[in-house]
């Protein structure tokens, strides 16, 4: 099959697509026809070597998370899926096993690929609702888990003013529409040319990067691009009392923020608490959780979407059809 691969360490240049054997699925595993699929972080990350000496990676290595396809085997003992299903959802490499959830871990095989294999008892895949088109089932996943968590996480109040930094990425426009829905009024950080589109999805006001620029007293501010070790910045925005929650590593420290007049929270949902994947379709079928894709890729051009990711700014999702 063809696949976009990873032969040692090294930045998403030296990815490039080759053909490799198929895997095939064993006990209470299914394998999946790709259709689309989307680029994460980590599908750049992990290869790269920043994690070699606490997550070790086997090569070669085929990247990717979310996806969208059709199950074509199943193994031994799986009762969910059927040859023939639609399905969709999220699954990390199988080298991050010790970070998935301690039950029902979702674990693939790499689904920038022709071809994937996954664990089938897990809340992180599920059937592709109708109403719900193939690219954006790739799109959701991973970017629609994590809004839901953060939202969760956040309780926000009708009325309550939310700072989003990095609201153009993936989880960005993910989470700012449903944050609008929740009644907050959503100040997100945007170039001039993304404001148009955050301004569709519910953000109220657009800002700037640079911290200067941040509001002040704000009740909750949300972190999706920052390390969480150099939040100061942020967590000045928020007014005493107010609550601060961000997505990226090292998992941050009280200490860190300067304050502890403000809740800070790491989110992170390994076990599905928040929901799965149904709950993700169900959003998106009713228009709550959009899918801003920014840019289309074949396979062939599977690479040079995961180089697009790391060295192009990017607003929504990369999607990679096969």
């Given at each position: 099959m063809?696949?976009?691969v990873?032969?040692?360490?090294?930045?998403?240049e030296e990815?490039?697509v080759?053909?490799v054997?198929?895997?095939?699925?064993?006990p209470?595993q299914?394998q999946v026809?790709?259709?689309?699929?989307s680029?994460?972080?980590a599908d750049v990350?992990?290869?790269?070597?920043?994690?070699r000496d606490?997550?070790?990676?086997e090569?070669?290595?085929?990247?990717?998370?979310?996806?969208?396809g059709t199950?074509?085997?199943?193994?031994?003992g799986v009762?969910?899926?059927?040859?023939?299903?639609?399905i969709?959802g999220q699954?990390?490499?199988?080298?991050l096993?010790?970070?998935?959830?301690?039950?029902?871990?979702s674990?693939?095989?790499g689904s920038?690929?022709?071809y994937?294999?996954?664990?089938?008892?897990?809340p992180?895949?599920?059937?592709?609702?109708?109403?719900?088109e193939i690219e954006?089932a790739?799109?959701?996943?991973?970017?629609g888990?994590t809004?839901r968590?953060?939202?969760a996480?956040?309780?926000v109040r009708?009325?309550?003013?939310?700072?989003?930094v990095?609201a153009?990425g993936g989880?960005g426009t993910?989470?700012v529409?449903l944050?609008a829905r929740?009644?907050?009024?959503?100040i997100a950080?945007?170039?001039?040319?993304?404001?148009?589109?955050?301004?569709a999805?519910g953000?109220?006001?657009?800002?700037?990067?640079a911290e200067?620029?941040?509001?002040?007293?704000v009740d909750?501010a949300?972190?999706l691009?920052?390390?969480?070790?150099?939040?100061?910045?942020?967590?000045g925005a928020?007014r005493?009392?107010?609550r601060l929650?961000?997505?990226?590593y090292p998992?941050?420290r009280?200490?860190w923020?300067?304050?502890?007049?403000?809740t800070?929270?790491?989110?992170?949902d390994m076990?599905?608490t928040?929901?799965g994947?149904?709950?993700?379709?169900?959003?998106?079928?009713r228009?709550d959780?959009p899918?801003?894709i920014?840019r289309?890729?074949?396979?062939?051009?599977?690479a040079?979407?995961?180089?697009?990711?790391?060295?192009r700014?990017?607003?929504?999702?990369?999607v990679?059809t096969?």
């Open positions: 063809k696949a976009v990873a032969t040692g360490y090294g930045p998403p990815f490039s080759a053909e054997p198929a895997p095939r699925p064993g209470g299914i026809r790709i259709a689309a699929a680029v994460n972080p990350r992990l290869p790269s070597g920043e994690f606490s997550v070790p990676v090569f070669p290595h085929v990247p990717g998370n979310d996806f969208a199950v074509s085997e199943v193994g031994a009762r969910g899926y059927q040859v023939g299903d639609e969709f699954a990390v490499p199988r080298a096993r010790a970070m998935a959830g301690a039950t029902r871990p674990l693939s095989t920038l690929a022709e994937a294999v996954f664990e089938a008892d897990t992180f895949l599920a059937h592709r609702p109708p109403g719900l954006a790739a799109a959701l996943p991973t970017v888990l809004a968590a953060l939202l996480t956040a309780e009708p009325g309550e003013t939310v700072l989003v990095g153009t989880v993910a989470v529409p944050l929740a009644g907050a009024r959503v950080t945007a170039t001039a040319a993304d404001a148009d589109i955050l301004h999805l953000a109220e006001q657009t800002i700037g990067y200067a620029g941040y509001p002040s007293d909750i949300v972190n691009t920052l390390p969480s070790d150099h939040l100061g910045g942020v967590a928020v005493p009392g107010g929650l961000t997505i990226t998992v941050p009280q200490e923020l300067g304050r502890d007049d403000v800070l929270h790491f989110v992170l076990e599905g928040f929901g994947m149904r709950e993700v379709g169900e959003l998106a079928v228009g959780l899918a801003t920014g289309r890729y074949t396979l062939d051009d599977g040079r979407a995961c180089v697009d990711f790391v060295r700014h990017t607003t929504g999702k990369l990679v096969t």
